[in-house]
């Protein structure tokens, strides 16, 4: 009765996997592909979600919320406003038939993928199926505090940094104004 | 542990990154190659944390967390950078933006 139950959680574990596993490449391909960059900041919000469902799998919970509020609530608006500014030019990447630039692309990408499976795959191929066992704890906001607090602090720290910086950076790069309105306006 | 084991999620993995790395080649926008460089910090982070499940080890989280904080700074300057040269009127297209003199 219990083996039952467990292989019933394991099947439907693998579906989900399936499933966010294909969103996840097909609406990768689709941000890639897509000739409207409006429609392929669309796709990447699916590509966010489909992995925060498989962040879920991986007992990553916290990482999975956080994913989905800084990326798709955050870093997909940031994006969406830029398109929206700039008027979302398409531009058709296979335009004109497949140039030399992307037949290379291509290749070195797919040359990418095969090498490192093949590593994968040689190198740590039975090492990689005896997984620890976790306790309830593992991937819950407490931990991550408690984690970031103690052994990452200065990691916490820098980060707070880095944020700070890069807002400075991007209302400074925002504010420049173009060459002709500081001539007219008395540069000192 | 449900589901498949890690091999599968390193699979996985490893096929994102070579699509954004694809997006980062053939895309001329920078816009899109933007997104293609998140999708690939993405599939950065996705080996993170399913070798932080494997090891049963929260640092990989910690890890994975960093990089999308990174990922966020990362696009503020990049998207800040487009909008300054498209202010100047120059045509974005990243195989013609050469020099980034003021």
Same mark, same amino acid.
């Given at each position: 009765?219990?083996?039952?139950?467990?292989?019933?959680?394991?099947?439907?574990?693998?579906?989900?996997?399936?499933?966010?596993?294909?969103?996840?490449?097909?609406?990768?391909?689709?941000?890639?592909?897509?000739?409207?960059?409006?429609?392929?900041?669309?796709?990447?919000?699916?590509?966010?979600?489909?992995?925060?469902?498989?962040? !879920?799998?991986?007992n990553?919970?916290?990482?999975?919320?956080?994913?989905?509020?800084?990326?798709? /609530?955050?870093?997909?608006?940031?994006?969406? %406003?830029?398109?929206?500014?700039? /008027?979302?030019?398409?531009?058709?990447?296979?335009?004109?038939?497949?140039?030399?630039?992307?037949?290379?692309?291509?290749?070195?990408?797919?040359?990418?993928?095969?090498?490192?499976?093949?590593?994968?795959?040689?190198?740590?191929?039975?090492?990689?199926?005896?997984?620890?066992?976790l306790d309830?704890s593992f991937g819950?906001?407490?931990e991550?505090?408690?984690?970031?607090?103690?052994?990452? !602090?200065?990691? %916490?720290?820098?980060?707070?940094?880095?944020?700070?910086?890069?807002?400075?950076?991007?209302?400074?790069?925002?504010?420049?104004?173009?060459?002709?309105?500081?001539?007219?306006?008395?540069?000192? | 542990?449900?589901?498949?084991?890690?091999?599968?999620?390193?699979?996985?993995?490893?096929?994102?990154?070579?699509?954004?790395?694809?997006?980062?080649?053939?895309?001329?926008?920078?816009?899109?190659?933007?997104?293609?460089?998140?999708?690939?910090?993405?599939?950065?982070?996705?080996?993170?944390?399913?070798?932080?499940?494997?090891?049963g080890?929260g640092?990989?989280?910690?890890?994975?967390?960093?990089?999308?904080?990174?990922?966020?700074?990362?696009?503020?300057?990049?998207?800040?950078?487009?909008?300054?040269?498209?202010?100047?009127?120059?045509?974005?297209?990243?195989?013609?933006?050469?020099?980034?003199?003021?």
């Open positions: 009765m219990i083996l039952a139950e467990i292989d019933a959680g394991n099947v439907l574990a693998w579906v989900v996997w399936v499933v966010a596993a294909l969103a996840l490449l097909s609406s990768g391909l689709a941000v890639v592909l897509f000739a409207n960059p409006f429609y392929s900041a669309l796709a990447l919000i699916a590509n966010l979600a489909s992995l925060a469902v498989l962040y !879920l799998l991986l990553a919970e916290f990482v999975a919320a956080a994913q989905v509020l800084v990326y798709a /609530g955050a870093v997909v608006v940031m994006f969406l %406003f830029v398109i929206a500014y700039l /008027g979302g030019r398409a531009d058709a990447p296979w335009a004109g038939g497949p140039t030399l630039q992307a037949v290379a692309a291509v290749v070195a990408t797919g040359a990418i993928a095969v090498e490192v499976v093949v590593v994968i795959a040689l190198k740590a191929g039975d090492r990689l199926s005896d997984t620890a066992a309830d819950s906001p407490a991550i505090g408690t984690l970031f607090l103690s052994d990452h !602090l200065l990691a %916490f720290e820098v980060t707070s940094i880095v944020l700070l910086v890069a807002a400075i950076g991007g209302v400074i790069l925002g504010s420049a104004l173009p060459r002709e309105h500081r001539a007219e306006g008395g540069r000192d | 542990m449900l589901g498949p084991g890690i091999a599968a999620y390193l699979v996985l993995s490893v096929v994102l990154f070579a699509t954004g790395a694809l997006g980062v080649l053939v895309r001329r926008s920078p816009l899109i190659v933007l997104l293609a460089l998140e999708i690939m910090l993405n599939a950065g982070n996705l080996a993170l944390i399913a070798f932080s499940r494997q090891l080890d640092d990989g989280q910690i890890f994975a967390l960093t990089v999308m904080v990174v990922a966020a700074a990362e696009a503020v300057v990049g998207l800040g950078l487009i909008v300054a040269v498209s202010r100047k009127r120059v045509d974005l297209d990243v195989d013609r933006l050469t020099a980034l003199r003021g």
